[in-house]
């Protein structure tokens, strides 16, 4: 079984215009980094032209499709019957996306089977991240 799952979705960015452009992502679940779940915009995709990531919480993801959450760097809400949006904080600036809620249920349910909530700490080897950390200290 895959340790990684990686689905491409549509994000409309929120912009001064009135029609938000299609700029393509790809959400990605790792079940060594069970709690985490990354968006990566392409270099095309990004003000800077390089690729940018975005890592937070499935927890996040999954709160913010029923309520506005996030305090940080990035904060998901609830839009309309079929839409959340994703608001990402830099010192650059903040971009605004909105996604299909579909896409993003469809996506956490597959991450659910990979790793059931509230199991994620059955994946994380402490002994081995630990080990990570400290490999040059002394």
Do not use: K
């Amino acid at each position: 079984m895959s340790t990684v799952i990686e689905q491409p979705v549509e994000a409309r960015l929120v912009a001064a215009a009135p029609r938000m452009p299609s700029i393509p992502a790809t959400l990605q679940y790792d079940r060594r980094d069970p709690f985490a779940i990354r968006m990566t915009f392409p270099a095309p995709a990004t003000l800077e032209g390089v690729e940018v990531c975005w890592t937070f919480a499935r927890e996040l993801l999954a709160s913010g499709m029923e309520e506005a959450v996030g305090y940080g760097d990035v904060r998901v809400r609830p839009y309309g019957y079929d839409r959340t949006v994703l608001e990402f904080r830099a010192v650059e600036g903040t971009a605004v996306v909105h996604v299909r809620s579909g896409e993003l249920q469809h996506f956490l349910r597959r991450t659910t089977e990979l790793v059931p909530v509230g199991l994620e700490h059955l994946q994380v080897d402490l002994d081995h991240d630990l080990a990570e950390l400290m490999r040059g200290t002394c």
